[in-house]
C-alpha cells in the first residue's frame, strides 16, 4: 500500500484562512475597479473572442430589487473581429 501523499510529516494547513488583511483586500479591490485596469482587461478579453461579462445600471428603474445587471458584451459590442 502506497504511504498517503507529499513531504509533510507533521501538521498541513487547510488554507481556510488568509494572511492579508481585509482591508488591504478591499482596498487593492477598489483601486483595481476605480483606476479602469478591469474595464482594459475586459476588453481585451473581448477582442480575444472570451466570453465576457460586463455590469452595468439597470435601465429599468422599476426593478428596484436589481441594481445592476450583468450584460454579455457580445449583445452591446457586437462580435470581436
Known amino acids: 500500500m502506497a504511504k498517503k501523499g507529499g513531504k509533510s510529516k507533521g501538521f498541513v494547513s487547510q488554507g481556510i484562512h488568509s494572511n492579508v488583511d481585509r ?3 478591499n482596498s487593492m479591490r ?3 475597479m476605480a483606476t479602469g ?3 482594459l482587461n475586459q476588453i481585451d478579453a473581448w477582442k480575444k473572442g472570451q466570453n ?3 455590469t ?3 435601465p429599468n428603474p422599476n426593478e ?3 441594481r445592476f445587471i450583468r450584460v454579455n458584451a457580445r449583445d452591446i459590442k457586437g462580435k470581436a473581429r
Request: charged residues 35%; glycine residues 0%.
Open 64 to 66: 428596484t430589487n436589481k
Open 30 to 32: 477598489r483601486d483595481y
Open 52 to 54: 465576457v461579462v460586463f
Open 56 to 58: 452595468i445600471a439597470n
Open 37 to 39: 485596469d478591469r474595464l
Open 23 to 25: 482591508k488591504i483586500s
